[in-house]
């Protein structure tokens, strides 16, 4: 199983970027693709996840700014980023192995390599 993230880079405050993930070795229309963030020191933080019948969750601060979705066809998840404040600068980081969302990362055994996000201010 394989998670490639990609697009992240640096904004200035106000600016949007798309994550993608792209999976590989799992039956991706079947499992929720959730996102998670991580800064130096702290654990990983839910940001936003989508179920195989699209109901989606998000952390309460990134609502109506952060959009998740998916293609199936491509196995490929996103993260539609915009409004981006300094406080949104992480890791980001995709995983998938669940039909369900949870906020708990510690119910994820695969992980991509993470994508750095930085919103300048």
């Known amino acids: 199983v394989q998670l490639v993230e990609s697009g992240g880079g640096l904004v200035q405050t106000g600016g949007s970027l798309r994550l993608s993930c792209r999976v590989s070795?799992?039956?991706?229309?079947?499992?929720?693709m959730v996102w998670f963030r991580q800064i130096p020191g702290k654990g990983r933080e839910f940001v936003a996840g989508?179920?195989?019948?699209?109901?989606?969750d998000y952390l309460d601060s990134v609502k109506g700014r952060f959009t998740v979705s998916r293609d199936n066809a491509k196995s490929t998840a996103y993260l539609q980023m915009t409004s981006l404040k300094p406080e949104d600068t992480a890791v980001y980081y995709c995983?998938?192995?669940?039909?369900?969302?949870?906020?708990?990362?510690?119910?994820?055994?695969?992980w991509g390599q993470g994508t750095q996000v930085t919103v300048s201010s």
């Open positions: 989508l179920t195989p019948g699209e109901n989606t």
């Open positions: 070795g799992v039956t991706f229309s079947s499992n929720a």
């Open positions: 995983t998938t192995g669940q039909t369900f969302v949870s906020t708990n990362p510690g119910r994820y055994d695969i």
